[in-house]
């Protein structure tokens, strides 16, 4: 849920201006796909019917991979808000760089 905020906030303003906001655009939206991509094949016990794949590991990587890109996410986001940048935007950067360190 918190994935999806920052995808919107930073969805709703001119972020395409700043290539910061851009990463953070890109790391909430891919995570925020995967996330729904894994919790259809827990939902629908898809891991069941494939037991090749180490799913813990699987789940280890995609947690501990999306805590590392999120944190630098948060931290270029953080860096980059400016009231000198777009006032007009500096309320949903700033509201997304706080949910960004919350996920």
Known sequence: VLGLLVWTLIAGTEYFLYPAFGWVMFVAVF??????????I????T????????????G????????ILYLIAAIVDAS????E????????WAASSVSSFFV
């Open 31 to 40: 995570y925020w796909v995967l996330t729904v991509f894994f919790l259809i």
């Open 42 to 45: 827990y939902m629908t016990m």
């Open 47 to 58: 891991y069941t019917r494939i037991p090749q794949v180490p799913w813990t590991t699987v």
């Open 60 to 67: 280890l990587c995609f947690n501990g991979s999306a805590f």
């Open 80 to 83: 980059s808000v400016t009231k």
């Open 85 to 92: 940048l777009d006032s007009h935007n500096y309320n949903s």
